[in-house]
């Protein structure tokens, strides 16, 4: 049996391994690392994936958040609604602008923003929404985009952990996660469902004018060079990173399949145990499981996750301490939210591993090694 590991990019880079290469000895040869073609030929490939009219790309996931949210001209003070129950990154961007997080409870389902939370969290300041979708699920974005629109607000979706995701809006209509807000955005972090070789991030609008804006503020706040009408940063994707994910964002759907598959042969082994509640997967969203995780009920947490450690099957708490009660945040007043099911989630989650080249031999050992612990235990 290969290793047990959370993700394997050994074992998927040998399949490409030759296209990879290819690409990346151009680039040396040429010595073109930073723009050019390969970045520019990725940018539009990922704005026809998404069928969205713009991809900005820039330095990482949480770059993406951080210039939607200046090219948006959120300012110190402004409210943004987010989930605690989600990385850090997502809430961090807010308070490294001055904004105001305002953070609410998720659906013990889905694991995204409840929208009757969100609808009771608006206040004259609020400016934005940033629904998260979380571990591959979509946030419910027929309600979210309602309350958006009654209140003027903006939607900058975290797609980091959605890349792919169809989403099946009350009108029938299918649109990729990251396309329904006014701006998307994502991480090629490498174990993401569409990672690169280092860090790597995009936006995606259908707005031509802020796609513009994104792209100034990711570039120092200019449009014609040593003329900088705004204070951005600097924030790009390199040109080995664009080859890479040119690679392999054609094999997306396919690496999204191999994950649901797994998924689905671990719901099949744990459907019925009382104490185990497997992903929830609403009829509007196509779960491209980012991670597996699962709800335990009356299981020790930690005596688990030693116990698959001993058998050398690892797993993962996303996250052990929520947004609200980081340390981070006390002077955001971050404790002073009620969180109830961010709470209870947080004591009860495990992600187990799942990647595109996990199999059948090793998913056996997973979950007779899981239901073994659970049920004695
Ligand atoms: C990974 C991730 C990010 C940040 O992406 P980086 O590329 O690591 O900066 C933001 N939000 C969520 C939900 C993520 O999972």
């Not at 080995?240 to 997306?252: D, F, R, T």
């Not at 649901?260 to 019925?272: I, M, N």
């Not at 099957?313 to 052990?320: C, Q, R, T």
């Amino acid at each position: 049996m290969y290793p047990i590991q959370m993700v394997d990019l050994q074992r998927q880079y040998q399949r490409i391994k030759e296209q990879i290469n290819t690409s990346l000895s151009d680039i040396m040869e040429k010595a073109t690392f930073i723009g050019g073609k390969y970045v520019e030929d990725f940018a539009r490939q990922l704005a026809e994936y998404h069928r969205a009219k713009h991809a900005v790309t820039c330095a990482n996931g949480t770059d993406a958040l951080q210039i939607s949210m200046m090219a948006l001209g959120l300012k110190p003070g402004d409210e943004v609604i987010t989930p605690s129950f989600t990385y850090v990154a997502t809430t961090e961007v807010i308070a490294l602008l001055r904004l105001q997080p305002v953070f609410v409870d998720v659906d013990p389902k889905t694991f995204c923003l409840n929208p009757e939370e969100v609808r009771k969290a608006i206040t004259p300041k609020t400016k934005a929404i940033v629904p998260v979708h979380l571990y591959g699920h979509a946030a419910p974005m027929d309600e979210i985009l309602e309350i958006a629109r009654a209140h003027n607000l903006f939607v900058i979706e975290d797609n980091a952990q959605g890349i792919g995701c169809d989403y099946t809006s009350k009108d029938g209509s299918v649109h990729k996660t990251g396309t329904l807000g006014t701006v998307g955005c994502t991480s090629f972090f490498p174990s993401k469902n569409l990672g690169c070789y280092g860090d790597g991030g995009a936006m995606i609008t259908n707005d031509t004018k802020l796609a513009e804006t994104l792209k100034m503020v990711a570039n120092h706040g200019q449009k014609v060079r040593y003329y900088h009408d705004m204070v951005g940063c600097n924030s790009r994707l390199d040109a080995m990173q664009a080859a890479i994910l040119s690679v392999k964002l054609p094999l997306l759907d396919g690496y999204i399949e191999a994950r649901r598959k797994a998924a689905d042969y671990y719901d099949a082994a744990f459907a019925g145990n009382e104490r185990i509640t497997t992903p929830y997967r609403a009829p509007y969203s196509n779960h491209v499981f980012h991670q597996y995780t699962l709800v335990l009920d009356g299981v020790n947490r930690d005596n688990l996750v030693q116990y698959l450690a001993e058998q050398k099957i690892p797993s993962m708490i996303y996250y052990p301490v929520p947004a609200h009660r980081q340390k981070m945040f006390d002077s955001f007043g971050g404790n002073s939210f009620s969180l109830p099911v961010t709470d209870w989630l947080t004591e009860r989650v495990i992600s187990l591993p799942i990647h595109t080249e996990l199999d059948k031999e090793q998913q056996d050992y997973i979950i007779e090694h899981v239901l073994k612990f659970v049920n004695k235990n």
